[in-house]
Antibody, heavy 117, light 113 residues
Framework: QVQLVESGGGVVQPGKSLRLSCAAS????????MHWVRQAPVKGLEWLAI????????YYADSVKGRFTISRDNSKNTLFLQMNSLRDEDTAVYYC??????????WGQGTLVTVSS | DIVMTQSPDSLAVSLGERATINCKSS????????????LAWYQQKPGQPPKVLIY???TRESGVPDRFSGSGSGTDFTLTISSLQAEDVAVYYC?????????FGQGTKLEIK
């Protein structure tokens, strides 16, 4: 079955960096676009970034453009999110999501990032 | 960016009654090339990630009970739960995937009256 497992979250000081990973299994990872979506505490869902199946195209939300970088390693079935210059407002649960032709269907359980001094 | 606006923000419905959630997009999400609306509905229960309920505005995801239905086209969409069950208590989100940069509605919290 499809599994997406995020890791790398934790507590980080403002201005610092963090790298999230998402290990995928149960499907052909290299055939799917992938997304990162976050959810701040008691808030709604915010789409952050998408990377094409082969990594050749990447798009970002304005709120993270220039600070966050999405990437992937298809040989290791892993998605990444490099987060630089972190701010208090980046505190959230970060989800990786499998892109689909008809719908973005599978979500991981998420990893919590807390930005605090 | 396409802005998605849901109404109401919260809703309390009696068990067995109908629940209706609306979603309006700031731009058309109907594709002329395939006549499909790029609109999905997700359900999120506390402590869990979102789960797909509906895609193409009205296609139910496999395994989703048939009390859930989606309708609408262009810019105006509706999620209907025909007979509310206790396990339907959740926050519901609409999402457009017409553009590469996805956007979600702000969410509608559904509770039991």
């Amino acid at each position: 079955q499809v599994q997406l497992v995020e890791s790398g979250g934790g507590v980080v000081q403002p201005g610092k960096s963090l790298r999230l990973s998402c290990a995928a299994s149960g499907f052909t990872f290299g055939s799917h676009a992938m997304h990162w979506v976050r959810q701040a505490p008691v808030k709604g869902l915010e789409w952050l970034a998408i990377i094409s199946y082969d990594g050749s195209q990447r798009y970002y939300a304005d709120s993270v453009k220039g600070r966050f970088t999405i990437s992937r390693d298809n040989s290791k079935n892993t998605l990444f999110l490099q987060m630089n210059s972190l701010r208090d407002e980046d505190t959230a649960v970060y989800y990786c999501v499998r892109g689909g032709n008809s719908v973005d269907d599978y979500w991981g359980q998420g990893t919590l990032v807390t930005v605090s001094s | 960016d396409i802005v998605m606006t849901q109404s109401p923000d919260s809703l309390a419905v009696s068990l067995g009654e109908r629940a209706t959630i609306n979603c309006k997009s700031s731009q058309n999400v109907l594709s002329k090339s395939n006549n499909k609306n790029y609109l999905a509905w997700y359900q999120q229960k506390p402590g869990q990630p979102p789960k797909v309920l509906i895609y193409w505005a009205s296609t139910r995801e496999s395994g989703v009970p048939d009390r859930f239905s989606g309708s609408g086209s262009g810019t105006d969409f509706t999620l209907t739960i025909s007979s509310l069950q206790a396990e339907d208590v959740a926050v519901y989100y609409c999402q457009q995937h017409y553009t590469t940069q996805r956007t979600f509605g702000q969410g509608t919290k559904l509770e039991i009256k």
